[in-house]
């Protein structure tokens, strides 16, 4: 059974550092594109990055430079480093999952979703 699951969110100052975790399960994570994706409020789901199974990594304008996606085979988990975090960073991040094994990670073809955590950022 596959399963995600976020963790490491919370609140922080501006200019503060984050890493968070996204667990899975029922799959490894080296055999597929995975991605991370935030929610703020009364906003839609926007893309942040993504890591190709083959470990090339993409990341939205707006985190470039600040964000790292990285992973632990070992541990089977995706990381997000969230480095010199601003207000506008506040949002529920998500980590998701391509459909299929050994493609490229596609933004609307993912097949499962974590939970989310959420991550709070005040000036």
């Known amino acids: 059974q596959v399963q995600l699951v976020e963790s490491g969110g919370g609140p922080v100052q501006a200019g503060d550092s984050l890493r968070l975790s996204c667990a899975a399960s029922?799959?490894?994570?080296?055999?597929?594109?995975m991605g991370w994706f935030r929610q703020a409020p009364g906003k839609e789901r926007e893309f942040v990055g993504s890591m190709s199974w083959s470990g090339n990594t993409a990341y939205a304008d707006s985190v470039k430079g600040r964000f790292t996606i990285s992973r632990d085979n070992v541990q089977n988990t995706l990381y997000l480093q969230m480095n010199s975090l601003k207000p506008e960073d506040t949002a529920v991040y998500y980590c998701a999952r391509s459909r299929t094994s050994y493609t490229s990670f596609r933004r609307t073809d993912l097949g499962y979703w974590g939970q989310g955590t959420q991550v709070t950022v005040s000036s």
């Open positions: 029922g799959f490894a994570v080296s055999t597929f594109g």
